[in-house]
């Protein structure tokens, strides 16, 4: 599935990102190619939103290189990464609640008719175009009036990506878009990242569920406390694999232990015998 | 072995006339319109005094109670309608009341002192505003402070310059005045700000051209809020700045040219008061900022931003119009309308309530 061009769609080489002291990120490179999905894993405060930042020009990077087509490029706003073609969908969603969908899927973007004093937004268009653009990944708006703060996790995050899919993304970054979401909500979710990859995207998927990953990604990228920890195609690894080096094998054996502490509860026997179990299985890889 | 869009069972795209689609009546629909709310209220409180009305002849209902309650509401509809958007975009402007006073004092200068052409002193007024609309707005946008503390401070500055610029300028006197007939481009000015129009025996004063501005203001406020790409725009700064951000609108510029807007209406009101009167007095519009933002509540404006309607601050303007006069028409103790407008600002914010949990659950 995964073709290599010649140069890689998008490409990080050893970028360093410092907060003060802190070593936000560091030397971390990535290869994005399109009609593939490469998954960035972490734990929390692993530097996965400080290197969405930085590819949609929210952080300039501090040391090494963003390429795209092999070009190095500067992305001092996210406008600049628009304009490059790479959208971005955060985690908050960037849609307004108390606005209509239209007037979010267009937000930024308008289309107008008319010029001069009378140059005004293209109401008709705009509600059709939404519409059709939403249908494509399986949602029926059911009245494009409809205020956002109105839809479902799932739908809001649908919303999102048709916007950004629209909007002429060859990268699409979806940050921990499955997070918030029940499991079928996120099997949703899922299936509109497969689509978009399939519709010949480069996606990027910030997760820090193993399992969400492995099921529609190609590559998968490790990060920990700012460092990578690895970078694997998909045939090199398992989710047993990715779950150890998240979590790591030592952390989960020492969290069994202390569960097993507490063990007076049974549902806390039942957390204590599941770290347990995922303990050995990490061992056994 | 990748997975394929396939894999996923969810409900496909959906067929043309999707059961799910419930419709959405008109009455549901109209129901969601934040200017709804005022216009019910505009309709009671105008039976309202039409019931308690207590001058010979029911004036109320006649051409003197239009042409009396248009004339209060159209100089607070000309403010409540960009205070109105300024709300919608997030932010509050607390030195609106005394700009309509200082700007109106400015034009004085211009003409009396600097004996400009009344046009150019019109001109050098509406410059004047916008210093002071992009300063708040500037000042607002960099230190990110709340705007009702930077206004604040604005409106306290201008109130103190205007009492103190007036007593230093106008010899201990708190009102200034054109006298005689001598100053260039005053008649032509007061024709098309400060006149009266379709007088008759009835109505011997006539109706104001401050009314016409006032419609033509809603006008292009309501065509601005909701047809325009800026209009977006000020939903999304006030709605979800961070958002609008991410997305790519300029929110910083959004809410410094609101600033500038509400700025600007000011001067026009100052020159509108001043072109009527030929005279302010220091102090002048003090207070009026509240009115401002009470007519554009009723009109749907929510406190918090992103959501209101232009048409429907200018109805709120009206509803402060008809108390105003109407307490006069009833034969009430003026002293009352104060409270009448307390009481109809806390219906009105209950209804925004009830609209705000409508917006955000699903519509049914």
Redesign the interface.
């Known amino acids: 599935?995964a073709q290599v061009p010649e140069s890689p769609l998008l490409e990080l080489r050893d970028v360093c990102k410092y907060f003060g002291s802190v070593n936000a990120l560091q030397d971390i490179s990535l290869q994005v190619n399109s009609g593939e999905v490469t998954c960035v894993l972490g734990d929390n405060g692993a530097g996965k939103s400080t290197l969405i930042k930085m590819l949609s020009g929210v952080h300039a990077p501090d040391a090494g290189e963003l390429l795209i087509d092999g070009k190095p490029i500067r992305l001092p706003n996210?406008?600049a990464a628009?304009a490059q073609g790479i959208a971005?969908v955060?985690q908050?969603?960037?849609?307004?609640?108390?606005?209509s969908i239209w007037?979010n899927f267009?937000?930024?973007?308008?289309p107008?008719k008319g010029w001069g004093p009378v140059?005004?937004?293209d109401?008709g268009k705009a509600k059709s175009t939404m519409r059709s653009e939403l249908?494509?990944i399986?949602?029926?708006v059911?009245?494009p009036?409809?205020?956002v703060?109105?839809l479902s996790g799932g739908e809001r995050q649908a919303v999102a990506i048709a916007r950004a899919v629209y909007f002429g993304a060859r990268v699409l970054i979806l940050d921990e878009p499955t997070s918030a979401l029940g499991v079928?909500q996120s099997?949703?979710v899922?299936?509109y990242i497969?689509?978009a990859r399939?519709m010949g995207k480069a996606v990027i998927f910030i997760t820090h569920n193993p399992n969400h990953a492995f099921?529609?990604g190609?590559r998968f990228v490790l990060l920990k406390r700012g460092r990578m920890m690895g970078s694997y195609l998909?045939d090199e690894t398992s989710v047993e694999a990715l779950t150890e080096m998240m979590a790591g094998g030592a952390e989960l054996q020492q969290l069994s232990d202390e569960l097993s502490k507490l063990a007076d509860a049974p549902e806390i026997a039942a957390m204590a015998e599941e770290a347990k179990e995922l303990a050995q299985g990490a061992e056994g890889q | 072995m990748t997975v394929t869009a396939a894999d996923f069972q969810t409900s496909g795209p959906a067929k043309a006339g999707d059961e799910r689609l419930t419709h959405v009546g008109r009455a549901t629909r109209l129901l969601m319109r934040p200017e709804l709310g005022a216009l019910l209220g505009a309709i009671a409180v105008f039976v309202l005094f039409m019931s308690t009305d207590a001058t010979s002849n029911h004036l109320w209902i006649h051409q003197t109670g239009l042409a009396a309650w248009t004339q209060q509401a159209s100089v607070f509809g000309i403010m409540a309608v960009p205070v109105g958007m300024l709300m919608v975009g997030g932010e509050f402007d607390l030195s609106t009341g005394v700009l309509t006073g200082v700007t109106a004092i400015v034009m004085w200068f211009f003409m009396d002192k600097l004996h400009w052409n009344a046009w150019l002193a019109i001109v050098g007024t509406f410059a004047f505003a916008a210093v002071v609309g992009l300063v708040n707005g500037y000042v607002v946008v960099k230190t990110k402070l709340p705007s009702f503390i930077v206004t604040l401070a604005t409106f306290f500055v201008l109130r103190g310059a205007s009492v103190g610029g007036v007593l230093k300028l106008n010899a201990g006197s708190t009102q200034v005045s054109l006298t005689g007939s001598h100053y260039a481009g005053l008649a032509t000015a007061k024709t098309i700000f400060g006149s009266s129009f379709l007088a008759s025996k009835a109505l011997p004063n006539g109706y104001q051209t401050a009314d016409l501005w006032f419609v033509a203001v809603t006008i292009v406020g309501a065509w601005v809020l909701n047809r325009t790409t800026f209009g977006n725009w000020i939903f999304a700064s006030g709605g979800d700045a961070n958002a609008a951000r991410n997305v790519g609108v300029p929110v910083a510029r959004t809410k410094m040219m609101l600033f500038l807007a509400t700025a600007m209406s000011a001067a026009l009101v100052g020159i509108i008061s001043f072109t009527q009167a030929s005279s302010a007095v220091s102090e002048q519009g003090v207070g009026y900022e509240f009115f401002y933002i009470i007519a554009a509540v009723v009109g749907g404006c929510f406190l918090t931003g992103g959501y209101g309607s232009a048409i429907g601050a200018a109805i709120g303007a009206c509803v402060i119009g008809m108390a105003f006069e109407g307490v006069i028409y009833a034969g009430w103790a003026s002293a009352w309308d104060f409270t009448f407008l307390g009481v109809i600002l806390f219906l009105a914010v209950g209804v925004n309530t009830l609209v705000y949990q409508r917006a955000m659950k699903a519509r049914r």
Request: charge should be positive.
């Open positions: 599935m996210p406008r628009q971005t955060f908050d969603l960037a849609t307004v609640p108390l606005m007037r267009f937000l930024g973007n308008e107008t140059r005004r937004m109401v249908a494509k399986g949602i029926d059911r009245d009036n409809q205020t703060g109105t079928r099997g949703i899922l299936k497969v689509q399939d099921l529609v190609d998909r």
